[in-house]
């Protein structure tokens, strides 16, 4: 079974970059589906973006909201996925979760916090 530790949040002013990781342990890491959600306070847990596996194609997809700001990677040699955050807004404030399924296996990062404010 899968397990994710979350990192790279932090403070960042409006318009800057961040980058998130999430460490996988566990194996066969290429056949996991990846993905990164967020939940603001007093909001529902929401879908960022995901990256299919390395079979599927590593396929990405984002939310309307983050698409063109936002871009997920995998790295399969370091098992390593990432959340590279571009044009932050104050919007992007939230705890951010990355996420590893495969098959009935749904694993889930301790979450990392964004906090976008000048």
Known sequence: QAQLVDSGGGLVQPGGSLRLSCA??????????????????GKQREWVATITSIPSGSLTTYAEVVKGRFTISRDNAKNTVYLQMTGLKPED?????????RGIDNAWGQGTQVTVSS
Not at 93 to 101: D, G, S
């Open 24 to 41: 996988f342990s566990g194996t066969f890491f290429s056949l996991y589906g990846l993905g990164w959600y967020r939940q603001a306070p």
């Open 93 to 101: 404030t939230a705890v951010y979760y990355c996420n590893a399924k």
